[in-house]
């Protein structure tokens, strides 16, 4: 089930990868991050870069990009990510070698992985069609005395780029005013009736126009183009947006908008199905490495208890040895069978939505009580319950019963007494104005110490190799009682000496 999990959440992440139509590159860092080993590409970047993934995979960024050497801007960046992890932007820039020719721009990050991934895309017909729109302003310049003509010229040229530009286009004044706009009302804050011919700092959030009015200032007063990045909520979505500000003639500016969102979702799924997928995958080994572990221990007591078998049985004498011998295995191969339920009801928490319903749980309890010493028949096994209501309900489903099983077996298994005595308290307690039914669960065992007690739910924690550890049992309960909203916890039954034996305290919601 785990291996089916991660091979769905790996097919989700390369169906993004190769789909999104931003070019996607994965480097493993070299030379101590002065250089970068190309490791996967997706179709986008194929196209952009004019490569096949296949002939380019495994060779170094600077060798794919020869031209890099005289752009130390690129490389500086790179390396500064891959040190820091703090992701960068690279603003438009040219890039040239003698096979390509591109006005490229790039996000740059780091995973969690160690590997640098670039996003980019080639925005050379964008940067041509701002350099056009550059030239126009040249040109008016120079023509002051043809003023009139050249408005109507330049208003007819503004009017061309409105048709290329497939998001949003807005022309402001020296004042910040709106005088026009072209583009998708989908992705506009308000109704153009309700921002044409107002301030820019009327019509948008504090924050927002504040950002963009400091880009448009700077333009204003460099003649240069400037970039801002910025969200808004619309109808109910909350969509990101990439504007750049570029000057035109008698203190206009022109504000291209790009909607990002698409490229913005993009980014976080590819660190979070990365996450997801090392996650699964850490969880395969962990249960992978428990299961060994305990059913290594389980077969080791089969067979020494076979090979002891064998030495008498030829013995008559010995026949009641024999018989322990015969129960101590029924009793390994019940401790196997326990271990593959509990790999397998944890593996299905793990995958699917726990529905709960109103439960009967001394019913419950009383059946894992019964269940418990019909396991060891070799113990002596003492289970009290003490003032037990005939009824109690709560809310959970019939994995209850696992919870109080699991803590049981976990007290006689974890016990060298020769008379095992359990004692379980229940009561009633209010928590935050909810009432929750108090399940204390006191053993006479070999205890656990402060130092393990924080983490002994955690999937099959041990705290050194040659530790017995408590297998996958409490665990189980562990993502059980979350399941059910829950808690649970381990206390010394008899405060500040841990030998003494253990209090397991599991609170569970009442459905009365």
């Not at 024999?322 to 009793?331: R, V």
């Not at 099959?460 to 909203?485: A, C, E, P, W």
């Amino acid at each position: 089930m785990i291996e089916k999990s991660i091979d769905e959440s790996e097919k989700v992440f390369r169906e993004l990868f190769d789909n999104i139509s931003s070019g996607v590159s994965v480097y493993d860092a070299v030379n101590s991050g002065n250089d970068f080993i190309l490791k996967d590409m997706n179709k986008a970047g194929e196209i952009i870069n004019k490569f096949k993934k296949k002939d380019v995979v495994g060779k170094t960024l600077s060798d794919l990009f020869p031209g890099l050497k005289d752009y130390d801007m690129f490389f500086e960046v790179f390396k500064r990510v891959w040190k820091t992890g703090k992701s960068e932007r690279i603003p438009t820039s040219l890039y040239k070698d003698e096979r390509i020719t591109q006005w490229i721009e790039c996000y740059v990050y780091k995973l969690p992985s160690k590997r640098l991934v670039i996003m980019y895309n080639d925005v050379t017909e964008h940067r041509t069609t701002e350099m056009e729109l550059q030239k126009l302003n040249e040109e008016l310049e120079q023509r002051v005395e043809e003023r009139t003509n050249e408005l109507v010229v330049s208003e007819k040229k503004l009017g061309e780029i409105f048709g290329i530009f497939p998001d949003l286009f807005f022309l402001v004044d020296r004042d910040s005013l709106i005088l026009e706009y072209k583009g998708a009302e989908e992705d506009l804050y308000l109704p153009p009736e309700e921002f044409l011919g107002k301030r820019i700092t009327d019509v948008l959030p504090e924050k927002e126009s504040k950002m963009i009015l400091k880009a448009i200032q700077a333009t204003e007063n460099t003649h240069e183009p400037n970039r801002v990045e910025y969200s808004l909520q619309i109808r109910d979505k909350i969509k990101y947006f990439e504007g750049r500000i570029q000057y035109l003639a008698d203190n206009r500016v022109a504000i291209f908008i790009r909607n990002i969102t698409e490229l913005k979702q993009a980014e976080k799924n590819v660190v979070e199905s990365e996450e997801k997928y090392r996650k699964a995958y850490s969880q395969v080994n962990l249960y992978k490495d428990i299961f060994a572990h305990d059913i290594n221990n389980i077969l080791q007591n089969i067979h020494s208890s076979v090979e002891l078998s064998s030495l008498y049985v030829n013995s008559p004498e010995k026949l009641h040895t024999i018989k322990e011998l015969y129960e101590i295995i029924i009793e390994q191969v019940n401790r196997g069978k326990k271990l593959i339920r509990n790999i397998k009801k944890i593996t299905e928490i793990d995958e699917t939505d726990i529905e709960l319903e109103k439960i009967e749980s001394i019913r419950e309890l009383n059946r894992a009580i019964e269940f418990t010493k019909t396991g060891f028949p070799n113990r002596n096994i003492s289970i009290q319950v003490y003032n037990p209501p005939p009824k109690i309900y709560l809310l959970a489903n019939n994995l209850l019963l696992d919870v109080f099983e699991n803590i049981l077996i976990n007290a006689v298994r974890h016990n060298d007494k020769s008379n095992i005595e359990i004692t379980i308290d229940i009561n009633i307690e209010a928590v935050e104005h909810k009432n929750y039914v108090k399940f204390e669960f006191k053993d006479n065992g070999l205890g656990i110490s402060d130092y393990r007690k924080k983490d002994i739910f955690e999937k099959g924690t041990r705290t050194t190799q040659k530790s017995k550890g408590m297998g996958l049992g409490l665990s189980l309960v562990k993502k059980i009682v979350d399941n059910f909203h829950g808690d649970i916890w381990v206390e010394d039954r008899i405060k500040g000496d841990y030998k003494q034996g253990c209090n397991f305290v599991v609170l569970l919601q009442n459905a009365e």
